[in-house]
Structures are given as C-alpha cells and as structure tokens.
C-alpha cells in the first residue's frame, strides 16, 4: 500500500490544519492506521491512532483535546484535525499503516509509511 500524506503547511499558534493521508495500491479498511511527527533533533513520535472501524482511538497526552484522528474506509483515506496548534507541534507529519486491526502507539508496528508532511506553527 502507498500512503500520501498532505495538508501541512505554515500556521500561527492557535490556528488549525487538517492533514489528510490517501491510500493507493489496496484497501486499508482492515487497518488500523496513525499519526507520527518528527521534530527537528527529535526522535520521532506518536501522536495518533485509529482501529480499522474508526471506532476506537489513542492520542499522545500532550495533543489530546486538541487534536482528531479519523478515516473514511470508503475514500480510503486517514485524517488529523489539528486544532489550538502550538509550536512545539512544529514537525513533519507521517501517516502509517498496520498489518492489524487495533490501534497502536508502536511504531515498530506499523509496516507502511507515507512520506510526510511539515507543519510549521509560528508563535
């Protein structure tokens, strides 16, 4: 499966972005799917995560209230409301996909990786 991440881009603090992550090659309806960042000088980090049925979810402390995973099976495609963006959410943002149905935070877990997207939020 091919994952394209897009939707990043230059924000101020306390604005808002949707990233999207589309799907190519074969479904991902039974996959659970996630959000990583990495920062610059950081390791990278998990930030989100949804089962294949988008009924179950996990979030990273630090983005929870602020931020929404959530996929259309139909368009087969994964998504991130950001919302309250701060700047220590500056990073470039990759969308992933597991062989598995539960959500994970593991991201030895997950096996396909798309090529990221930067988010930059200026304070």
């Known amino acids: 499966v091919q994952l394209q991440a897009s939707g990043g881009g230059l924000v101020q603090a306390g604005g808002s972005l949707r990233l999207s992550c589309a799907a190519s090659?074969?479904?991902?309806?039974?996959?659970?799917m996630g959000w990583f960042r990495q920062a610059p000088g950081k390791e990278r980090e998990f930030v989100a995560a949804?089962?294949?049925?988008?009924?179950?979810?996990l979030y990273l402390d630090s983005v929870k209230g602020r931020f929404t995973i959530s996929r259309d099976n139909a368009k087969n495609t994964l998504y991130l409301q950001m919302n309250s963006l701060k700047s220590e959410d500056t990073a470039v943002y990759y969308c992933?996909?597991?062989?598995?149905?539960?959500?994970?935070?593991?991201?030895?877990?997950?096996?396909?990786w798309g090529q990221g997207t930067l988010v930059t939020v200026s304070s």
């Open positions: 992933a996909a597991s062989s598995v149905p539960h959500a994970l935070k593991n991201s030895g877990l997950y096996g396909y």
């Open positions: 949804i089962n294949w049925a988008g009924d179950r979810t």
């Open positions: 090659g074969r479904t991902i309806s039974w996959s659970a």
